[in-house]
Each structure stands twice: as structure tokens, then as C-alpha cells.
């Protein structure tokens, strides 16, 4: 089982990142999904899941409007869209897995990737 997340890098306020998670040794499609980050000195916080299915989804409310969590359960792979970035979103990202709903939800999914930092900084 593995999570790759990829995509991270320097963006300047108000710019834009697509995240990638790519996800081995699972059929995506059965499984929620979600991302996480954590900022340097603080705790991580979730940013955004969704269930299989696609019937329950979650954002923070810091990114509503400006990140969306999608998948692609052909590549599976799952994505987190930020647009409108603001300094205060850079953190290091990270990619999670869960066949539970709850889990997820809850912030303690089963199964991590490495995390990609994102840096908004002018």
C-alpha cells in the first residue's frame, strides 16, 4: 500500500496548486479519501475528505470556496485544487486513505503519504 502525494512547490499570493495523491495497493473508489497539513509549529488540521462514493464530503472552513477535493478512481488518483492561496495556507500537505467514513472524518485515517509543502509566499 502506498500513497504518493506530489504537486507542492512556491506559488506567490493568490495563485494556484493542484495537489496529487497517487494511490497503490487499493481500489481507490471503495475507500474515503482526504488531505490534511500541517504549518510549522501548529497542529496538523484536516482540509478537505470525502467518502466513497462521493456521498459525504468535508472542507475546513478556512479553504471553503477556494479548494476542491476530486478523484479520479481510473488513475486512482486524488486530487486537492487551491486557488485563491493565501500565506497563511502554507504547510506541509498530506494525502490520507481510509475505508472508513468516520475514520477519516475524524482525522485518523489508516493510511499517509509523504507530505509535498506548499509555500505561498510573495
Known amino acids: 500500500v502506498q500513497l504518493q502525494a506530489s504537486g507542492g512547490g512556491l506559488v506567490q499570493p493568490g495563485g494556484s496548486l493542484r495537489l496529487s495523491c497517487l494511490v497503490s495497493g487499493f481500489t481507490l473508489d471503495y475507500y474515503a479519501i482526504g488531505w490534511f497539513r500541517q504549518a510549522p509549529g501548529k497542529e496538523r488540521e484536516g482540509v478537505s475528505c470525502?467518502?466513497?462514493?462521493?456521498?459525504?464530503?468535508y472542507y475546513a472552513d478556512s479553504v471553503k470556496g477556494r479548494f476542491t477535493i476530486s478523484r479520479d478512481n481510473a488513475k486512482n488518483t486524488f486530487y486537492l485544487q487551491m486557488n485563491s492561496l493565501k500565506p497563511e495556507d502554507t504547510a506541509v500537505y498530506y494525502c490520507a486513505l481510509d475505508f472508513s467514513w468516520d475514520r477519516m472524518f475524524a482525522g485518523d485515517p489508516d493510511h499517509w503519504g509523504q507530505g509535498t509543502l506548499v509555500t505561498v509566499s510573495s
Open positions: 470525502i467518502s466513497s462514493g462521493d456521498r459525504s464530503t
